[in-house]
């Protein structure tokens, strides 16, 4: 099993059935009978509700119902959680927003559903939604992050004056303090973090349903894991999650916004339950630039102190988070407790303070996207560490190695609470350079210039926290046939689960591929779970399935032993085979199975050993690495190209290589989207959304990317069972501040500092524009 093994570079086994359309996917799910939900979505950013007149879209063919927030409230049907317990800096609660599924008394973002219809087909749903008139009394909004806050601005809550959801704070600010009194040097940054669309392949969807006989409701739905979503529903329909079925099938990408529950989808459970019928609903993807959770949204301010050896002294930032109209699960959560802890990054830095003003807008409510704070954190950092290195003149490589935390201090206990168990950040960025050929720049960069371009490079290193979320199951079932059924709590978004999964019992258990089923996504077959999130699925779900391969073990021993008339103790496992210690006698795990069914009176359809294992991680792990990206930028046009990428990573233990250089790929595309292409705009009077397609809001392509080199630098990680810190969310980390800090280099000659994202050929263009007109009323 060597070749199918931990550390082998295999195809993807789900690859076959997925490219050849055999993927099921929400909206490849049918039910006799089923419905069509089409939603009465806000054209205003902010509004009261004076009235919804339903009669004439009630009376159109087809129709079987038009629900509003109202039918919802008489059922008893309870609000959209908010799942953070973050406490202000004054030990207060923040502000919470009560979110029902439809909207009660006011719109408050473009796209807030007022109502649900629901007819025979999709057509006439859609064609009687049109009909439906709702009575508003449009508001002044206010979309910007940091105009949420000026004086006199309208409310988007009356609850929350001067729209302040909260006001947090971390880390030692009288330290911070004293290390910018006492600085040879203090160098400033203010940085914006622009607001992103998460925009997976497949579109959110579900089908909600009464289950014949049992009065359960059921709901097929794109998400990153069932279980959470099963106790969701099951507090807000006052109901115990035992009376709810959640399932998932194939999902085309998630990116974080496929982890929380939605309005659409506790509408259509209502809708199921009302009409006694299946209710379908699918977004287009103009419904989902105005109903999926948006990315990103921070302004930051920062200060980094120096002594007069280029060495960190304190870190002080100040941010404000645009949280959107209502608090998603975990809105309140991303910009403080989830990105705020790695503001230390790769550096000695002995103080860090942090504080964070949560705020809210009339748009779109954000959530977790791809890293989840993390590359909002090292964004900041990593700019601020490159705009430092050129201040100071150390340049962006010295300036790093000068404060990089040495392997000789693992572990290493961060100012804010985490401990790095292992890494080797120098020798990380020396490989980084040298892969990148940084040597070779200058030339690069005068051959460039020969051809009217500028050409920049530049560098960030990254570290992130991983593996949270708590603990993850795996039940491990031998069938008497010697193949194994694999039931795991974790939900494959497109990650490759089922073929990392397959190697780990390949290395465990000795069984090929082709011998394993793995089922995830059905909270009727796998009893718990905590789900897909923060690169957490094969480093915790595999140690999990690991653990119960090894239990697995434990029990067949004794039947293998009697198979070779010895004693258990006498009997070692590998390679699929029991065999008698210090000889070559022996039996396989085939074999040790079709006993062990034959004798278990309990061996229900023909199993032998079912083994459930749940493992919790005692501490996060910490991938980390070094991007370099290289870049050419046409003064005329202000376009810029990335011409070369390098990337060097610590993943620890690596299952499969080639599934982990497709995350890092995927991820950088994702990073260079948010740093050259991607922006959510939002119309400052109306607050209409101006980017609301892929005509408006652009995505990076196959011809955006050059060939990425990736060297990978693992060393194991101390506090995971296989040694493994996660792959999924690097990439979208590193991307933007390399990407980011390349261009300023490019730019350098034209006196440009910095530059937000993303640097769009317009936005570089009027850089270097206002550049040439200073120099000419000079």
Partial sequence: MKKFG???????????????????????????????????????????????????????????????????DAAGIGMLPCLSGLKQRDGSPYVATPRPALARGFVRHVGDPVAVLVAESLDAARDAAELVMVDYEERTPVTGTLEALEPGRPLVWDAAPGNLCFDWETGDEAAVEQALAGAA????????????????????????????????????????????????????????????RVVTTDVGGGFGMKIFNYPEYVACLFAAQALGRPVKWAADRTEGFVSDDHGRDHVSKARLALDADGRFLGLRVDTVANLGAYLSNYGPFIPTDAGSAMLVGSYTTPAVHVRVKGVFT????????????????????????????????????????????????????????????????????????????????????????????????????????????????????????????????????????????KQIIADRLGVPPEDVEVIQGDTDRVSWGSGTGGSRSVPV????????????????????????????????????????????????????????????????????????ARWTPPANTFPNGCHVAEVEVDPETGVVELVAYSVVDDFGTVVNPLLVMGQVHGGVAQGLGQALQERVV????????????????????????????????????????????GAGEAGAIGAPPAIINALVDAL??????????????????RAIRRHRVGLAAE
């Avoid at 994202?757 to 570089?764: C, H, K, N, R």
């Fill in 748 to 765: 350098s000659d034209h006196g440009i500092a910095h530059i937000d994202m993303p640097a769009t050929p317009e936005t570089v263009w």
């Fill in 362 to 501: 009339n748009t779109q409510p954000v959530d977790a996207y791809r890293g989840a704070g993390r590359p909002e954190a090292a964004y900041l950092l990593e700019r601020l560490i490159d705009h430092a290195g050129r201040v100071t003149g150390l340049g962006p490589a010295e300036i790093r190695r000068r404060n990089f935390i040495p392997p000789s201090a693992m572990p290493y206990a961060t100012p804010m609470g985490q401990v790095y168990d292992t890494g080797d950040f120098r020798r990380n960025l020396e490989d980084g350079i040298a892969l990148a050929d940084l040597a070779g720049l200058p030339a690069r960069k005068a051959e460039a210039r020969a051809r009217g371009r500028l050409r920049g490079a530049g560098l960030a290193t990254y570290i992130e926290a991983c593996s949270g979320g708590g603990p993850e199951q795996a039940t491990v079932q031998v069938n008497a046939d010697g193949r194994v059924v694999l039931m795991i709590g974790t939900q494959t978004n497109g990650q490759g689960h089922e073929t990392a999964y």
């Fill in 6 to 72: 931990i550390g082998q570079a295999v195809t993807r086994t789900e690859d076959a059935r997925l490219l050849t359309g055999g993927g099921r996917y929400t909206d490849d799910i049918s039910l006799p009978g089923q419905a069509y939900a089409v939603f009465v979505r806000s054209p205003y950013a902010f509004a009261a509700i004076r009235g919804v007149d339903g009669a004439d879209a009630l009376a159109q063919p087809g129709v079987l119902g038009l629900y509003t927030v109202a039918d919802l």
């Fill in 682 to 725: 939002y119309d400052p009077d109306s607050g209409q959304l101006l980017s609301g397609s892929f005509m408006d809001y652009q995505m990076p392509r196959a011809v955006d990317l050059p060939p990425i080199a990736i060297k990978l630098n693992c060393v194991p990680s101390t506090t995971n069972a296989l040694g493994m810190k």
């Fill in 185 to 244: 040097r203090i160098v400033e940054l203010e940085i914006v973090n622009n607001r992103v669309v998460p925009s997976p392949m497949e579109g959110r969807a579900c089908l909600a349903s009464v289950e014949d006989g049992t009065g359960r409701l059921v709901i097929h739905v794109t998400s990153q894991g069932v279980h959470g979503l099963r106790k969701q529903f099951s507090r807000i329909f006052n109901l115990p999650e035992e009376r709810f």
């Fill in 541 to 612: 779900g595999g140690a999990a399935l690991a653990e119960g391969a090894a239990k697995v073990v434990d029990k067949a021993k004794p039947v293998a032993a009697d198979l070779l008339e010895t004693a258990a103790v006498d009997v070692e496992f590998a390679d699929g085979r029991f065999t008698i210690v210090g000889t070559d006698r022996g039996v396989s795990l085939k074999e040790v199975a079709a006993r062990a069914a034959r004798d278990n009176p309990a061996g229900e359809g023909g199993i032998a050993f079912s083994e459930m």
